[in-house]
């Protein structure tokens, strides 16, 4: 009897651990970056009355045995990192992870830190921070985006000039050709625009 109430006080225990865990992830349904916690459980030890294949007589054998467990306890919290949701924001730096992986951090006491959430802004020196000032860090790359170092630096924009806006050169396009449309029987070669022609023009040309 004194068993089954201590069994079924840390069984109740075991439970509001539960229902703890779940109140938490609950009340971080908006929680940016925030990543579900399970409540894990194993079973405490038996009391072993009788042993699997005792003797009972000398020619007869038990097949099983007889295990009183003791109940539960909590042994850890573990995180779910299952892809969220992405959701759209109007601020031009939140950033999102699509997948595996963290933000690196750098702590206002000089610690690093790893973070899911990607909500971040400028301070006054143009280093990109959230919102409890920890530094966002990456790897430092030359004009053509190669990778200078292996160490991260802290990521910054200018902000005394505008960034010098870069002429686009190369324009990647791709079309759905209508399979409805009727088919051509010639072809138009494309007309050549003058160097000299100051107006632009669209020429367009059909094909089989």
């Known amino acids: 009897?004194?068993?089954?109430?201590?069994?079924?006080?840390?069984?109740?225990?075991?439970?509001?651990?539960?229902?703890?865990?779940?109140?938490?992830?609950?009340?971080?349904?908006?929680t940016t970056?925030?990543?579900?916690?399970?409540?894990?459980?194993?079973?405490?030890?038996?009391?072993?009355q009788r042993q699997v294949g005792a003797n009972t007589t000398e020619q007869n054998q038990l097949p099983?045995?007889?295990?009183?467990?003791?109940?539960?306890?909590?042994?850890?919290?573990s995180r779910n990192f299952v892809q969220g949701s992405l959701q759209e924001s109007k601020n031009?730096?939140?950033?999102?992870?699509?997948?595996?992986?963290?933000?690196?951090?750098?702590?206002?006491?000089?610690?690093?830190?790893?973070?899911r959430a990607g909500m971040f802004k400028l301070n006054d020196q143009g280093e990109i921070v959230n919102h409890q000032g920890a530094q966002l860090m990456g790897y430092p790359t030359d004009p053509e985006g190669n990778r200078l170092s292996f160490d991260t630096v802290p990521l910054t924009l200018p902000t005394s000039a505008p960034i010098p806006a870069q002429r686009t050169t190369?324009?990647?396009?791709?079309?759905?050709?209508?399979?409805?449309?009727?088919?051509?029987?010639?072809?138009?070669?494309?007309?050549?625009?003058?160097?000299?022609?100051?107006?632009?023009?669209?020429?367009?040309a059909s094909s089989v």
């Open 1 to 30: 009897m004194i068993n089954s109430l201590w069994i079924a006080k840390i069984g109740m225990s075991a439970q509001q651990t539960q229902l703890d865990v779940i109140s938490h992830n609950l009340a971080n349904v908006s």
């Open 33 to 48: 970056g925030y990543k579900r916690n399970n409540a894990v459980f194993e079973d405490l030890i038996y009391q072993n």
């Open 64 to 77: 099983t045995g007889l295990h009183l467990g003791l109940g539960v306890r909590t042994v850890a919290t």
């Open 92 to 115: 031009n730096l939140d950033v999102a992870i699509n997948g595996a992986g963290f933000f690196e951090l750098t702590m206002p006491n000089g610690s690093t830190a790893y973070s």
């Open 170 to 204: 190369n324009v990647t396009a791709e079309f759905n050709l209508d399979a409805r449309a009727p088919v051509w029987n010639s072809v138009t070669p494309p007309t050549a625009i003058s160097p000299e022609s100051t107006k632009p023009r669209l020429v367009l």
